[in-house]
């Protein structure tokens, strides 16, 4: 392995590390404003498929761990399907941004191209409270 996938490697598990412990009980309030930061530098230094497939798996672990038992059911096997693919819509929705941002960055220069992540949040997180899949519900777990 080179040098630079070992700190790829690190931008990985630092920005989706941060992430989980922004939606535990052991809620860290200054890890709400590095996690994007670790992640955007992970997405950005990878290929455009393998930055999108590991940042929606790194989403969709962090979120299942996370967020484990907060609906439990009586089968345990339907109990981890149900609660995995509720990680993976919210982790997808999550994704979104992150997504937009690596494939629009590098087309645009200057000034303009700091913008692309916020606008792209606030437009996803928009979207998704008022028409998403899930009532809101993805980013109300997710900034919960």
Known sequence: MTKNSYT???WFFAGFALFFFTRTVTFV???IIITPIFILRFIRTQKLVKGILLTLLGFTMSLTISLWGLFSFE????SLLFNTIRSLLIAIILSLPYIADRLIVRRINGFV???IFPVSCTMFYFLDSSFGPIDGLGIFYAYN
């Open 8 to 10: 790829s490697i690190a």
């Open 29 to 31: 309030p200054l890890a």
């Open 75 to 78: 089968d345990s096997a339907f």
């Open 113 to 115: 191209s700091t913008l």
